[in-house]
């Protein structure tokens, strides 16, 4: 059964860099044309896509976030990970990393999130 | 791509028809899901590709719409079924976007 477990700090000082980490079970993040995902979702609002990564590495950013954020994947601990740095209490939120399902649909590939991890809320403040 | 949800709240008796709407800035086209998320969880996908039900959904779940207009509908409205949902366009070359979110109680 697939289950995805972020992990990670819970404080971060602002202007420092925030790192989670997800570890897969029941599935392969280099299995071939899989995707992976990180969401989050501020206190009492909702949901914003963070970027995806494909199995090989190749990764995908919100365009409002793409200056300060990373992803990588682990393949030997079947993990997959997220740096965002130089952060403000405007980062603070419940974090999600969730694999994607790949369709083709409608002339054209579409990626939605079909298993999510239970998130985990990292605070920045001092 | 911008997704506007309406209404941002609604309340309904148990055995009520809800249909929640989702308005795209522009054509998406057919690439809309429908996720469900109760406190303290994380959301759950229900409806892929417009009106396609995911695994285990009950039926009284569906979806509709097409270019920029898109619905979700609760055919009888279940006490479990009190939740946020949330529309995402799912294509990814327009950026994976969700919908503000609509609470739904009973």
């Known amino acids: 059964q697939l289950q995805l477990q972020e992990s990670g700090p819970r404080l971060v000082k602002p202007s420092e860099t925030l790192s989670l980490t997800c570890t897969v079970s029941?599935?392969?993040?280099?299995?071939?044309?899989?995707?992976w995902g990180w969401i989050r979702q501020p206190p009492g609002k909702g949901l914003d896509w963070i970027g995806s990564?494909?199995?090989?590495?190749?990764?995908y950013f919100n365009s409002s976030l793409m200056t300060r954020v990373a992803m990588s994947i682990d393949t030997s601990k079947n993990q997959f990970s997220l740096t965002l740095n130089s952060v403000t209490a405007a980062d603070t939120a419940v974090y999600y990393c969730?694999?994607?399902?790949?369709?083709?649909?409608?002339?054209?590939?579409?990626?939605?999130?079909?298993?999510w991890g239970p998130g985990t809320l990292v605070t920045v403040s001092s | 791509i911008q997704m506007a949800q309406s209404p941002s709240s609604v309340s309904a008796s148990v055995g009520d028809r809800v249909t929640i709407t989702c308005r795209a800035s522009?054509?998406?086209?057919?690439?809309l899901a429908w996720y469900q998320q109760k406190p303290g969880q994380a959301p759950k996908l229900l409806i892929y590709?417009?009106?396609t039900l995911e695994d285990g959904v009950p039926s009284r779940f569906s979806g509709g719409g097409s270019v920029t207009d898109f619905t979700l509908t609760i055919s009888s409205l279940q006490p479990e079924d009190v939740a946020t949902y949330y529309c995402l366009q799912t294509n990814p070359f327009h950026s994976l976007t969700f919908g503000g979110g609509t609470k739904v109680e009973i």
């Open positions: 029941g599935d392969s993040v280099n299995r071939r044309n899989s995707f």
């Open positions: 522009q054509n998406i086209n057919s690439w």
């Open positions: 990564l494909e199995y090989n590495g190749r990764t």
């Open positions: 969730a694999r994607i399902r790949q369709r083709f649909w409608s002339g054209s590939y579409v990626h939605f999130f079909d298993f």
């Open positions: 590709d417009v009106f």
